[in-house]
């Protein structure tokens, strides 16, 4: 499942970065500017977030399959970039929702 999550996150990351990479996004549909803006900060917003999750999930296989590390302590690496992951995700609607 952790490779799965990993490709699909590395895909969606790509996509995105070729989204917000795009000269005119006209042919999308997009036509006014505060539209642009929010294309482009969004694009690249969610190609970011994708990337820090396809890293996070990436250092996870390695340290797991390459260094022969036992299920518990998977779990507690699994489990430490959870919270980690959580802990981001509180810091931004925090940051992004209060005023």
């Known amino acids: 499942m952790t490779r799965n999550l990993f490709f699909g996150s590395v895909a969606l990351c790509l996509l995105f970065i070729g989204l917000s990479q795009i000269s005119d996004p006209s ?11 929010l294309y482009y900060g969004g694009s690249g917003l969610l190609a970011g977030l994708f ?3 396809a ?29 980690v992951f959580i802990a981001v995700l509180i810091i931004l609607v925090i940051r992004f929702y209060t005023k």
């Open 27 to 37: 042919i999308l549909g997009i036509h006014g500017e505060p539209e642009q803006i």
């Open 51 to 53: 990337g820090i999750i």
């Open 55 to 83: 890293l996070g999930i990436g250092i996870f296989l390695g340290t797991t399959q390459f260094e022969g590390i036992s299920k518990g302590r998977r779990r507690v690496i699994l489990f430490a970039m959870l919270l």
